[in-house]
T-cell receptor
C-alpha cells in the first residue's frame, strides 16, 4: 500500500541533543511538508519541499533543518538550539504542481518530548 | 486577528443530530478551503474541499462557503459516535503560497 511512513512514533530528546525525525513516502509525490502541532493549536508549517534538492522555510523554521536528497525522503532535524520542541510532528505530501490547492496526505506522526 | 478561527468547543450533539462546525478566515483573497478530521493521537484526514460559493455535499457531509462573509462551515447529518474527533479548517492564502490551519473544533457525539 502506498503511503507516508514516519518514525519513530515516540522520541525523547535530552538537553543539548540533536534528533532526526524520519519521513518516507512511496506515493511518488513531488512535494513534502513538515508541520508541528501543539495542543489547542492548528498545524504550523516548519519546512516544505516541492522538488528534490530544494526546500523552503515555513512559518516556524528556526531551530529546525531539513534535506531532500531523494524524492521519497524528507527528514527533519530538530537541533539543540530549538527551545520547547515538545510537540506532535506531522509529515505530509502532495502530488505537486497544484500549489496549496492540493489534498495533503499525512503520515502517522511523531510525538517528540524533552526529557 | 488569527488568520483562520474556529470555536475550540467541545461541541456536543446527540447521536442522529446535525453537527454544525464553523470557520472564519481573514484573507479575502483565499481560494481553497478544506476540512480535515483528526482523531486523538492520529493524523488528519481530508473529508471535504470546497472552492466556490455555495454548498458541496458528500454523503453525510456538507461544506458551505460564503466568500463575502469569509465564512466556511461543515455540516454533519445523522451524527454518529464515530464522528467524535477534532475538525480542522484549512484555508489557502491569496497567492496560493501557504495553507493556514485553524486550531480545530472538538466534536463529541453522544449515544
Amino acid at each position: 500500500d502506498g503511503g507516508i511512513t514516519q518514525s519513530p512514533k515516540y522520541l525523547f530528546r535530552k538537553e543539548g541533543q540533536n534528533v532526526t525525525l524520519s519521513c518516507e513516502q512511496n506515493l511518488n509525490h513531488d512535494a513534502m511538508y513538515w508541520y508541528r502541532q501543539d495542543p489547542g493549536q492548528g498545524l504550523r508549517l516548519i519546512y516544505y519541499s516541492q522538488i528534490v534538492n530544494d526546500f523552503q522555510k515555513g512559518d516556524i523554521a528556526e531551530g529546525y533543518s531539513v534535506s531532500r536528497e531523494k524524492k521519497e525522503s524528507f527528514p527533519l532535524n530538530v537541533t539543540s538550539a530549538k527551545k520547547n520542541p515538545t510537540a506532535f510532528y506531522l509529515c505530509a505530501s502532495t502530488r505537486g504542481g497544484g500549489g496549496w490547492n492540493e489534498k495533503l496526505f499525512f503520515g502517522s506522526g511523531t510525538q517528540l518530548s524533552v526529557l | 486577528q488569527k488568520e483562520v478561527e474556529q470555536n475550540s468547543g467541545p461541541l456536543s450533539v446527540p447521536e442522529g443530530a446535525i453537527a454544525s462546525l464553523n470557520c472564519t478566515y481573514s484573507d479575502r483573497g483565499s481560494q481553497s478551503f478544506f476540512w480535515y478530521r483528526q482523531y486523538s493521537g492520529k493524523s488528519p484526514e481530508l473529508i471535504m474541499s470546497i472552492y466556490s460559493n455555495g454548498d458541496k455535499e458528500d454523503g453525510r457531509f456538507t461544506a458551505q462557503l460564503n466568500k463575502a462573509s469569509q465564512y466556511v462551515s461543515l455540516l454533519i447529518r445523522d451524527s454518529q459516535p464515530s464522528d467524535s474527533a477534532t475538525y480542522l479548517c484549512a484555508v489557502n492564502g491569496e497567492y496560493g503560497n501557504k495553507l493556514v490551519f485553524g486550531a480545530g473544533t472538538i466534536l463529541r457525539v453522544k449515544s
